[in-house]
């Protein structure tokens, strides 16, 4: 492999930090251009000291001073907001850009990597719920490569791989159901932040875990696979798999199915996308079947977590029915780590802006951006 250079946007997150450590690992196959933090300025310095990027960005604005003094004595220029990413995007030569930044954050830098004809490694699975028939379309137009990081679709672009002539009957999304799975609604009527946080598999950020638990990650990343895979709705399943080994699945046409395991570590996803189409030698800790001898699946409980049931709605409704059922989630979970709203009511507060907010069957960008505007303040009234 040729030195890659590597963007990666929410460094000081769950998938940045990982994305680093995969980098510190493997120095002679990757450099890194481009990194950037929403509010954790102090770390963001470390790791610009640490990997000499190009440019540094803080989306905290009021963050930019603390930034600029404590990389002073660098060479990295620095920069603030949304903007200033999309400017180190034009500027900065990127072989990869990782996308981790959290929700609808992602969209505009996304679409400014893709302009550039930057190859992405995708885990901000909103850029596609919110905007995804935009997005995959003019990755096409400038011949952009679009690797998930997420550990499913990260799966399913596994067992695609060699099988470009083989169509897809269906793609089968793995979920381990959360903190709550097998809870009935009656029996979440009182659930807390702290238990709603202590995901049993993954170790992750605030709001993917909360989104985990109330199964909205599952729906968000339904509508993900559609722009990933290209598949229409019914050819996209979710199922329960509550040890986290089978990641997904691909159901061909001939009743044959692939799948990838592996233990729940996201530094091989990421990894692979910074990869392919080469497999990188690790120290990752192994699979043993012999400490897994059972791994069971279940169909996933839609009407105690209704929020899988609205993605799959928001997927029938088209047009900007995902942007608005992604910017209301945001507040709704962001309400309920605030305390200001119960767990149940998560997906009403979802299905109440689904309900009430203007339906655009054919929306370009500007319309998006309105709608996530509009929808977040409606979302902020609700109750």
């Not at 450099?31 to 929403?38: E, K, M, T």
């Not at 620095?78 to 930044?101: K, M, R």
Request: charged share 20%; hydrophobic share 45%; proline share 3%.
């Amino acid at each position: 492999m040729t030195l890659k250079s590597i963007a990666i946007l929410g460094s000081t997150g769950s998938i940045g930090t990982q994305a680093l450590d995969v980098i510190r690992a493997n120095s002679a196959l990757f450099s890194v251009s481009i990194l950037s933090a929403g509010n954790n300025v102090d770390l963001l310095i470390q790791q610009c000291i640490e990997f000499q990027p190009k440019y540094a960005i803080i989306g905290n604005k009021d963050k930019f001073t603390i930034l600029k003094e404590g990389l002073i004595n660098t060479n990295v220029t620095v920069l603030a907001t949304v903007d200033g990413i999309c400017e180190a995007l034009e500027q900065a030569h990127s072989d990869i850009v990782l996308t981790a930044l959290v929700g609808y954050a992602g969209l505009k830098p996304t679409l400014t990597a893709i302009d550039k004809g930057i190859t992405i490694a995708l885990a901000n699975k909103e850029t596609l719920v919110v905007a995804g028939e935009l997005v995959t379309q003019k990755a096409k137009e400038n011949n952009v490569s679009i690797i998930p990081v997420d550990s499913e679709h990260s799966a399913i672009f596994q067992c695609l791989v060699g099988e470009e002539s083989n169509p897809i009957e269906k793609v089968i999304l793995t979920a381990s159901g959360g903190p709550f799975r097998g809870k009935k609604k009656e029996e979440l009527l009182g659930v807390t932040k702290a238990q709603a946080l202590k995901h049993p598999n993954w170790s992750m950020g605030a709001k993917i875990t909360i989104d985990s638990a109330s199964l909205m990650n599952k729906g968000l990343e339904v509508i993900e696979a559609k722009w990933l895979f290209d598949v229409e709705d019914n050819q996209i399943d979710v199922v329960v798999h509550p040890q986290s080994i089978v990641h997904s699945l691909v159901q061909f046409e001939d009743g044959s199915l692939k799948a990838q395991l592996g233990l729940p570590d996201m530094k091989l996803p990421i990894q692979y996308a910074l990869g392919y189409p080469k497999r990188i030698i690790s120290n990752f800790e192994r699979f043993n079947f012999a400490a897994y001898p059972t791994l069971t699946f279940e169909a996933p409980d839609k009407d105690t977590f209704v929020n899988l049931q609205l993605a799959y709605r928001a997927l029938a409704d088209k047009g900007n029915s995902a942007c608005i059922l992604n910017a209301a989630n945001e507040i709704a979970v962001e309400r309920f780590l605030n305390d200001e709203i119960k767990f149940l009511e998560i997906a009403e507060l979802n299905a109440y802006c689904m309900e009430n907010y203007k339906h655009i069957l054919t929306p370009n960008y500007t319309d998006y951006v309105q709608t996530d505007t509009d929808v977040r303040e409606l979302a902020k009234s609700w109750k």
